[in-house]
């Protein structure tokens, strides 16, 4: 049963360029969590989806940022004109339900640098 | 006030002690907790769910206070192995994770 997965893994963008983040869940996974994490810094939550349907995005940054996460395929985090302070480590998990105690498993995260 | 604090740290201890991490969170109406650990530069596993009554697991046992709003998890018999962030996760109603900033443990040899 593979893991969450995530790609790339390593994305190298010039500012104001367009970032593309992806993230497949684990196989029976219907909510996904994006989180993104500065260096030297904790997780911070940014948004939270289940299929087409955003359920949390207080954490996300009014401009430039959004999330979708379609019947079909990946869940994309989508970064318009990226700024060197995009520069981080963006994390995405799954979880099966939204219950009390369902743990969330992260992907191995996307490390975007901005040029 | 944060919502999830744990002592700042680094904790560098020797292969064999006893250390233990402490975490408040400040929202009482939060209703799961849990440890993650994350090594340098991946990402976040998940070590133990923590349970009202305390929960153990080998060498790694975890604690909730409810009423001080505090969790603690303590490590036995370090392994070098261990070395790793620790970060402590509140949540409430299975909505968004809030992690703490977590408290880097090294183990020496």
């Known amino acids: 049963n593979a893991g969450v997965m995530q790609n790339p893994r390593h994305l190298v963008r010039r500012r104001g360029q367009e970032a593309r983040l992806r993230c497949s869940p684990m196989?029976?996974?219907?909510?996904v969590y994006w989180y993104r994490q500065l260096p030297e810094e904790g997780l911070k939550f940014m948004v939270y989806?289940?299929?087409?349907?955003?359920?949390?995005e207080s954490g996300m940054p009014k401009e430039r940022f959004s999330a979708e996460f379609p019947k079909e395929g990946p869940s994309i985090l989508r970064i318009q004109q990226v700024v060197r302070g995009d520069s981080a480590a963006y994390f995405c998990?799954?979880?099966?339900?939204?219950?009390?105690?369902?743990?969330?498993?992260f992907g191995p995260g996307t490390r975007l640098t901005v040029l | 006030r944060k919502e999830v604090e744990q002592d700042p740290g680094p904790f560098n201890v020797p292969e064999g002690a006893t250390v233990a991490f402490n975490c408040t969170y400040s929202?009482?109406?939060?209703?799961?907790f849990f440890w993650y650990r994350q090594d340098c530069r991946k990402e976040p596993k998940l070590l133990m769910s923590?349970?009202?009554s305390g929960n153990e697991d080998g060498r790694f046992t975890a604690q909730l206070n409810r009423a001080s709003q505090y969790i603690s998890l303590l490590i036995r018999d370090s392994k070098l192995s261990d070395s790793a962030t620790y970060l402590c996760?509140?949540?409430?109603?299975?909505?968004?994770?809030?992690f703490g900033p977590g408290t880097r443990l090294s183990v020496l040899p």
């Open positions: 929202n009482s109406a939060s209703q799961s």
């Open positions: 923590v349970y009202s």
């Open positions: 989806l289940q299929k087409e349907n955003i359920i949390d």
């Open positions: 996760v509140v949540t409430n109603y299975g909505q968004n994770f809030v």
């Open positions: 196989k029976g996974h219907s909510h």
């Open positions: 998990a799954s979880s099966r339900t939204t219950g009390v105690r369902d743990t969330q498993y």
